[in-house]
């Protein structure tokens, strides 16, 4: 059975940081693309930053990048996602995912809530 668990959502004031954990069970961990995608209010859901865990690929989103950093723990079957400089824009909730190689993964998270204050 696939799990995917979320954690480290919260508050914080524009040019914070926070660091998102997914982490994984279910799969052959190193096999697949885990990642991060999210959403906010009106909006439609965007692929967030995605890694390959075998060989260490990875995308992020044009509006991230400088400020983002996905990478992952084998041992743990964890991936996160390092955030800095936080905008207001980057408000959402936040979703893990498997596989994220493809536009609609089959499983997710239940979903972590940032919040970025100006």
């Known amino acids: 059975e696939v799990q995917l668990v979320e954690s480290g959502g919260g508050l914080v004031q524009e040019g914070g940081s926070l660091r998102l954990s997914c982490a994984a069970s279910?799969?052959?961990?190193?096999?697949?693309?885990i990642g991060w995608f999210r959403q906010a209010p009106g909006k439609e859901r965007e692929g967030v930053s995605c890694?390959?865990?075998?060989?260490?690929?990875?995308y992020y989103l044009d509006s991230v990048k400088g400020r983002f950093a996905i990478s992952s723990d084998n041992a743990k079957n964890m991936v996160y996602l390092q955030m800095n400089s936080l905008k207001p824009e980057d408000t959402a909730v936040y979703f893990c995912?498997?596989?994220?190689?493809?536009?609609?993964?089959?499983?997710w998270g239940q979903g972590t809530q940032v919040t970025v204050s100006s």
């Open positions: 279910g799969f052959t961990f190193d096999d697949y693309a």
């Open positions: 995912a498997f596989d994220c190689t493809i536009a609609t993964p089959d499983y």
């Open positions: 890694i390959s865990v075998g060989d260490g690929t990875t």
